[in-house]
């Protein structure tokens, strides 16, 4: 579990992170979302010990990072992929940490297993590791103490298709068997697949802290796919009964009006309907239309 209460840090005259609160349990993924700026990575850090918060305070299993006795048997990080020393080889970039950490050598075959990186890729040097080998090397160094929580910023960030599959089951897979999961990306499509709950942050504050399912329905319009062959008539037919209407996907995108009443109104004007779609907005269309104030404050601050 993570505890964050009322965390603040101010660079100079900026409040960067500003008085923020919230929990991330056990046995599910827990996604972190902001736009750039929005202080996730300053949040990060500081529950991870490495910026000192200006004021509050953030507990892993209820400790500050710093005094844990097994950090890395506690928590997994993955921050910078970049981070790792170049000249090393992947494995005994891993071996070198597992020594430090008092973890049993065995473990390097396990997570370099459990990331995908083959013995070959293993016994390169990390310098010349695409990003990628550099997220997956990350994510194995992060499991090496098969810690309770994992804390990742980024994770899947140029990862291709099958290494961002194998992110989503580990992290799904570790939740399940009650691990603390807490991750962010700028990927909406992939977090909407990968995370049970979000925090989402602009400015510095929280502006959610909910199951995906209810941040998705709190701020969602919800939109009526309809298709009909006489398409100009069923527009003015639902126009008139106060539907805005818009072309997309083939058909009439229909706002204001559920499936059941475009179904009836066109059946009452004996018109021929298709395809009739109910479309509840995605995670990318919430949150931006939760995250466009958030931008014009701050557009509003610069100017
Ligand atoms: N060491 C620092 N000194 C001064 N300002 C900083 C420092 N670190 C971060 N900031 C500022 O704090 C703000 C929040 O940055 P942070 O990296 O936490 O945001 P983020 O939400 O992680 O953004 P992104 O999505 O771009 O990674 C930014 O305006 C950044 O410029």
Avoid: C
């Avoid at 993570?2 to 960067?16: N, S």
């Amino acid at each position: 579990m993570i505890e964050v209460h009322r965390l603040t840090k101010r660079f100079g005259t900026a409040t960067v992170v500003d008085g923020l609160s919230f929990t991330v349990r056990p046995g599910r993924v827990t996604g972190f979302l902001g736009p750039n700026g929005a202080g996730k990575s300053t949040t990060l850090r500081m529950i991870l010990g490495l910026d000192r918060p200006t004021s509050g305070r953030a507990l892993i299993g209820g400790r500050p990072y710093r005094e844990l006795t097994a950090p890395l048997r506690t928590v997994g990080a993955l921050l910078d992929a970049r981070a790792v020393h170049g000249g090393r080889s992947a494995y005994h970039h891993l071996a070198g940490l597992a020594a430090a950490g008092g973890i049993p050598r065995r473990r390097v075959a396990e997570v370099l297993r459990l990331t995908g990186l083959g013995p070959q890729t293993a016994a390169r040097r990390a310098k010349g590791f695409s990003l990628g080998m550099s997220q997956r090397l990350g994510l194995a160094a992060a499991l090496l103490g098969d810690p309770e929580v994992l804390i990742l910023d980024e994770p899947v960030n140029g990862l291709d298709t099958d290494g961002i599959r194998l992110v989503r089951e580990l992290l799904r897979e570790r939740a399940a068997r009650g691990g603390t999961v807490f991750l962010s990306s700028h990927l909406m499509s992939e977090m909407e697949l990968t995370a049970d709950h979000l925090v989402v942050l602009g400015n510095g504050r929280l502006l959610a802290d909910a199951p995906l399912a209810e941040v998705i329905a709190r701020n969602s319009r919800t939109v009526t796919l309809v298709r009909a062959p006489e398409a100009e008539r069923l527009r003015e037919v639902l126009a008139a009964a106060g539907g805005r209407v818009s072309a997309g996907d083939g058909g009439w995108l229909v706002e204001g009006l559920d499936a059941p009443t475009v179904g009836e109104l066109a059946a009452a004007h004996g018109l021929t309907v298709h395809e009739l779609t109910p479309r509840p907005s995605s995670l990318e269309e919430v949150y931006t239309a939760m995250a466009q104030p958030v931008a014009g404050q701050r557009a509003g601050a610069a100017s």
